[in-house]
């Protein structure tokens, strides 16, 4: 069975904060990640990297995630790698009627073909590992857990208790 850390995710997308934002969960959970902001971006990556899984975003500029997912589905080399699209774009008329296509054409089939934004970490790593037959890391999913309640506490804490709390941390490396 394969593991997290012997797999490399191609996250593709065209904005920055949703592409690091999906890149630190994918990397919490274990995963080797590269990025590109598009699909004119995207695609010598692939060719020269040949990822193991592409998270794709559907609306983009120059080179929209529809038309570089019907490039790999043309090229028998790189028709083989699992795409999930992550988009914000699924009921609504930028990126329905392409959505709708790629489903119907079947470019794309089956659960977990496409989640919607915002992604919950836990859902997005999970899709990730059973379309690749990962065995579900159970710390990985902890440490997003974690971090997701540590960013909540950080936001309501006072200054006091940030400092106490980073001092803490300091002292435990």
């Known amino acids: 069975m394969k593991r997290a850390e012997d ?5 593709v997308d065209d904005e920055p904060d949703v592409r690091r ?10 995963f080797n990640v590269l ?3 598009d699909g004119e971006e995207a695609l010598p990556i692939i060719k020269d990297q040949r990822p193991d899984f592409i998270s794709l975003d559907l609306i983009m500029p120059r080179k929209t995630g529809h038309k570089l997912l019907h490039e790999l589905k043309k090229d028998k ?4 790698i699992p795409v999930l699209i992550v988009t914000a774009h699924a009921k609504d008329e930028l990126g329905k009627r392409d959505l709708d296509q790629i489903l119907s054409s079947s470019l794309l089939s089956g659960p977990g073909v496409y ?7 836990a859902s997005f790593v ?3 590992q059973q379309t690749l037959g990962i065995d579900p890391a159970q710390p990985a999913e902890d440490k997003t857990a974690l971090k997701e309640e ?14 106490e709390a980073l001092k803490a941390l300091k002292n435990k490396n």
């Not at 080399?77 to 083989?80: G, M």
């Open 115 to 121: 989640l919607e934004k915002p992604v919950q970490p």
């Open 35 to 37: 990025t590109a902001g």
């Open 7 to 11: 797999v490399t995710v191609l996250v």
């Open 77 to 80: 080399e790189l028709s083989h």
């Open 21 to 30: 934002y999906l890149q630190t969960i994918l990397e919490d959970a274990g």
């Open 150 to 163: 540590l960013d909540k506490e950080v936001k309501l804490a006072s200054a006091e208790a940030l400092r």
């Open 126 to 128: 999970r899709c990730v």
